[in-house]
């Protein structure tokens, strides 16, 4: 089994920029914190390593995102589970993998959402999730300009693979985000 501790290390090698390990690390609490409250708890690991890993090659590859890193991982014997989930939530951007478990749906959807959420709790007074609301943020999701690198379609798409209203998630993706020590 692929461990966190392997995971955090393959990321690191990839990955120097503050940006890109904490939005690594945030995806990897929030996935973690979803495998908990959808009954995947047993496979709460996996779900943070796939979280962890999702965007390994951006950094570095930004033109062959989801194209380098099955490779990159494959290179390293990382479970092909793992790969297939990081790389579907390039569905229709880079990639033709579709999401189909759960949990890559969850990617899918919260990949973007999570960006978007932390740039609605900076506008805060607190500049914080804590006390960030679901209407705060579709406010702004309605607001195409603001956080313009979030695709609203990516979320929404995401949405409707899981079959649950935007408003659900939103809510969720915060709570999520307030447990993740990457968030301020």
């Known amino acids: 089994m692929y461990t966190m501790e392997q995971a955090t290390a393959l990321l690191e090698e990839f990955n120097q920029g503050e940006f890109h390990l904490r939005h690594a690390h945030i995806v990897s609490d929030v996935m973690g ?3 908990r409250q959808l009954g995947w708890g047993e496979q709460e690991e996996f779900w943070r390593i796939v979280g962890l890993l999702h965007d390994l090659d951006f950094e570095q590859f930004p033109d062959q995102h989801c194209l380098k890193e ?4 494959a290179q390293r014997g990382v479970d ?3 790969i297939r989930a990081a790389v579907s939530h390039g569905y229709l ?4 993998v579709k999401p189909e478990h759960q949990m890559e749906k969850v990617l899918y959807a919260v990949d ?3 960006g978007l959420i932390g740039a609605a ?3 805060r007074p607190s500049k914080s999730v804590a006390d960030l609301e679901v209407k705060s943020v579709k406010k702004k999701y309605k607001d195409k300009k603001f956080a313009a690198g979030c695709s609203r379609e990516v979320i929404q798409r995401g949405t409707d693979m899981l079959g649950w209203p935007l408003e659900q998630l ?3 993706t915060i709570l999520a985000m307030r ?3 990457y968030v301020d």
Do not use: K, R
Request: charged share 20%; hydrophobic share 60%.
């Open 170 to 172: 939103i809510e969720q």
């Open 179 to 181: 447990e993740s020590a």
């Open 121 to 123: 709790a900076l506008m």
């Open 80 to 82: 092909p589970a793992i």
């Open 93 to 96: 951007l880079t990639v033709d």
């Open 70 to 73: 099955q490779e990159i991982m």
């Open 112 to 114: 973007e959402l999570t």
């Open 33 to 35: 914190w979803f495998a």
